[in-house]
C-alpha cells in the first residue's frame, strides 16, 4: 500500500532542476507532498487531486496522472534551502480519511 | 495559536516498561495522526481517528494503543516498550476534507533499551 519513490537519492548544484516520481499499484484521489529537514517536522507542499491537476508553489511543481497512478515533483533552478527529504503522501480511492506516506527521497544542493 | 503539540519531547525506555505520548492540537480539527518515522521508512502510519471518540488502525499498529476522549488530544501509548520502537514519533492533524493540508508536530524521539 505505499507508494513508491524515485531515485532514493539525488545531489544537485544550485540552479540545477530535479524530479522526483511516486506511484501506487493502487488507484489514488490524491497526492500529498511534503518536504522534510532534517531533526524537523515534515512542511506541506502541495496537495493534487484525481482528474491531471498540476500545481506549482514558487519553483516547485506537480502534476498528477490519475490513470497511470503517478505524481511526478518538479524543482527547477534549485536553491540551497531546497535540501531535504521530500516525501510523497497517497490517499487511497476506497479511503481517503488517511495519509500513507511513501520511503522519501533525499534531496541535497551543493553550491 | 501553538498548532500541534507533542509531549515530551525525548523520552528513554527500558524494556517492559509503559508510556504515553500527548499530542494536543488547538486548530479545531476532526482528524488526528500517530506516524513513526525511522531511517529509510519514511512515515509509518500508526493509528488515527476521524473524531472524539474514534480510533482506527493505521499500517502498524502493533504494540500501540491510542485514545482521543477529547477533540483536543489523541494519545499514543506503549503498554510493555520493546527495541523494535525505538524511533521518531510524529502527530499530526487535519480539518476534515480529504483535500486538507496535515500539520504535523515537531516530534518525539524515544530510545527504547
Known amino acids: 500500500q505505499q507508494p513508491v519513490q524515485s531515485p532514493q537519492a539525488v545531489i544537485l548544484r544550485e540552479g540545477e532542476d530535479a524530479v522526483i516520481n511516486c506511484s501506487s499499484s493502487?488507484?489514488?484521489?490524491?497526492v500529498h507532498w511534503y518536504r522534510q529537514k532534517h531533526g524537523e517536522a515534515p512542511v506541506f507542499l502541495m496537495i493534487?487531486?484525481?482528474?491531471?491537476e498540476q500545481k506549482g508553489h514558487e519553483k516547485i511543481s506537480a502534476s498528477f496522472n490519475e490513470k497511470k497512478q503517478q505524481s511526478s515533483l518538479y524543482l527547477t533552478a534549485s536553491q540551497l534551502s531546497y535540501s531535504g527529504t521530500y516525501f510523497c503522501?497517497?490517499?487511497?480511492?476506497?479511503?481517503?480519511?488517511?495519509?500513507?506516506f511513501g520511503p522519501g527521497t533525499s534531496l541535497s544542493v551543493i553550491p | 495559536n501553538a498548532g500541534v503539540t507533542q509531549t515530551p519531547k525525548f523520552r528513554v525506555l527500558k524494556t517492559g516498561q509503559s508510556m504515553t505520548l500527548l499530542c494536543a492540537q488547538d486548530?479545531?480539527?476532526?482528524?488526528m495522526y500517530w506516524y513513526r518515522q525511522d531511517p529509510g521508512m519514511g512515515l509509518r502510519l500508526i493509528h488515527y481517528?476521524?473524531?472524539?471518540?474514534?480510533?482506527a488502525k493505521g499500517e502498524v499498529p502493533d504494540g500501540y494503543n491510542v485514545s482521543r476522549l477529547k477533540k483536543q488530544n489523541f494519545l499514543l501509548g506503549l503498554e510493555s516498550a520493546a527495541p523494535s520502537q525505538t524511533s521518531v514519533y510524529f502527530c499530526?492533524?487535519?480539518?476534515?476534507?480529504?483535500?486538507?493540508?496535515?500539520?504535523f508536530g515537531p516530534g518525539t524521539r524515544l530510545t527504547v533499551l
Open positions: 499530526a492533524s487535519k480539518w476534515t476534507s480529504n483535500t486538507d493540508t496535515q500539520y
Open positions: 493502487k488507484a489514488l484521489y490524491s
Open positions: 493534487l487531486l484525481k482528474g491531471g
Open positions: 503522501g497517497t490517499e487511497l480511492g476506497t479511503s481517503y480519511d488517511k495519509v500513507i
Open positions: 486548530m479545531n480539527h476532526e482528524y
Open positions: 481517528s476521524v473524531g472524539e471518540g474514534t480510533t
